[in-house]
């Protein structure tokens, strides 16, 4: 017992040492130009969607011919019974290309311990779905589950998620599309300062 109380108590004092670093270098990340915040998140959002496509090259054509979608990066850190994450992203129009620069913010609870990296990269099949999104935000609660079709229409997307009619989710963590989504608890909203 003495062993597991050790180990914990480390990897405690691992978590802490990295949220500290983290929270020391958003200062450092602030004193960044609004251009070049928004480039970060274009960087990423090309990076992320090259990377799908190259796991699964049906993905493509389901974005370009998508009213539109949006491509966040994150991360969470789990600490013993409450974890939390923030991220940031875009979400992109394909009719008029007009991008729209957003902020996710994630609240969990659950034993557990870790840090993790994500990317999410939705789909919206339809201009409301899209529209919604941008304006309203999305909040995803405990009715997320994966399902093989949207369950109104019968379609599909390969790979993804169906988490509300005409939005599609693929999930990416560093080994590839997740099976399983852990976006729970996950709020999505406009950025004010990039937008």
Same mark, same amino acid.
């Not at 990377?51 to 991360?75: C, D, H, M, Q, T």
């Not at 379609?155 to 005409?166: E, F, K, M, N």
């Given at each position: 017992?003495?062993?597991?109380?050790?180990?914990?108590?480390?990897?405690?004092?691992?978590?802490?040492?990295?949220?500290?670093?983290?929270? #020391? *270098?958003?200062?450092?990340?602030?004193?960044?130009? /609004?251009?070049?915040?928004?480039?970060?998140?274009?960087?990423?959002?090309?990076? %992320? =969607?090259?990377? =799908?496509?190259?796991?699964?090259?049906?993905?493509?054509?389901? &974005?370009?011919?998508?009213?539109?979608? *949006? &491509?966040?990066?994150?991360?969470?850190?789990?600490?013993?019974?409450?974890?939390?994450?923030?991220?940031?992203?875009? *979400?992109?129009?394909?009719?008029?290309?007009?991008?729209? @620069?957003?902020?996710? *913010?994630? #609240?969990?609870?659950?034993?557990?311990?870790?840090?993790?990296?994500?990317?999410?990269?939705?789909? @919206?099949?339809?201009?409301?779905?899209?529209?919604? @999104?941008?304006?309203?935000?999305?909040?995803?609660?405990?009715?997320? %589950?994966?399902?093989?079709?949207?369950?109104? %229409?019968?379609?599909?997307?390969?790979?993804? &998620?169906?988490?509300?009619?005409? /939005?599609?989710?693929?999930?990416?963590?560093?080994?590839?599309?997740?099976?399983?989504?852990?976006?729970?608890?996950?709020?999505?909203?406009?950025?004010?300062?990039?937008?």
């Amino acid at each position: 017992m003495k062993g597991v109380a050790r180990h914990m108590k480390t990897k405690f004092k691992i978590l802490s040492i990295l949220l500290l670093i983290t929270f #020391l *270098a958003m200062p450092l990340a602030s004193a960044a130009s /609004v251009e070049e915040k928004r480039q970060h998140i274009r960087d990423i959002s090309n990076e %992320t =969607l090259l990377k =799908l496509y190259k796991i699964n090259p049906s993905a493509r054509s389901y &974005v370009e011919n998508a009213s539109g979608y *949006a &491509v966040f990066g994150s991360w969470a850190v789990k600490l013993l019974i409450l974890g939390g994450g923030s991220g940031k992203g875009m *979400a992109v129009n394909n009719e008029n290309k007009a991008e729209t @620069f957003m902020q996710m *913010a994630e #609240l969990n609870a659950g034993l557990g311990l870790g840090i993790k990296n994500y990317k999410l990269i939705f789909i @919206f099949q339809n201009q409301n779905a899209l529209d919604n @999104f941008i304006n309203v935000g999305l909040e995803l609660g405990a009715q997320v %589950t994966a399902a093989a079709t949207d369950s109104v %229409t019968g379609d599909s997307v390969q790979g993804a &998620v169906s988490i509300l009619p005409g /939005v599609w989710l693929y999930q990416m963590t560093e080994s590839g599309l997740a099976l399983e989504l852990s976006v729970k608890g996950t709020k999505y909203f406009k950025d004010k300062e990039l937008n």
